[in-house]
């Protein structure tokens, strides 16, 4: 599957029908960013299960600001519409496979879990 070019208008939708989804958050003049395209596109087409999308930070300047995006390329990981990865800048296709096969492992019950008790711990502080 060819990576999805994800905008305010679809984005929701994407995340709602696909319990796994990787973003890219990128610029067409950003040099680290065009030198990942094809790590990412290569993951994407490798990976036909999950969802990879690709958000153009000038194009798209709202959810860029949603997800506070300070630096580029960042790539975020929304799991069951939990954001389970974060990082900033360009992963090097080994780096990749690591966070796809660590998402794919990850016990969705327990992140809940640790999310609910964190949230727990902060309402009693």
């Known amino acids: 599957m060819a990576t999805l070019e994800l905008t305010a208008e679809n984005f929701n939708a994407t995340l709602e029908a696909n319990p796994i989804v990787f973003i890219d958050f990128w610029a067409s003049w950003c040099a ?22 690709k958000i153009d930070t000038e194009a798209q300047q709202e959810l860029a600001a949603t997800f506070q995006i ?3 390329p960042t ?16 992963l090097p296709a080994s780096a ?30």
């Open 96 to 125: 990749l496979t690591q966070v796809i096969d660590g998402v794919r492992n990850l016990d969705m019950e327990a992140v809940r879990a640790e999310i609910a008790a964190q949230q727990d711990a902060q309402q009693q502080a």
């Open 75 to 90: 790539i975020a990981v929304i799991r069951e519409g939990v954001m389970v990865f974060r990082e900033s800048g360009a």
């Open 70 to 72: 300070r630096s580029i």
């Open 32 to 53: 680290p960013c065009r030198g990942f395209a094809p790590t990412y596109e290569a993951a994407s087409e490798a990976n036909p299960d999950i969802v990879f999308g």
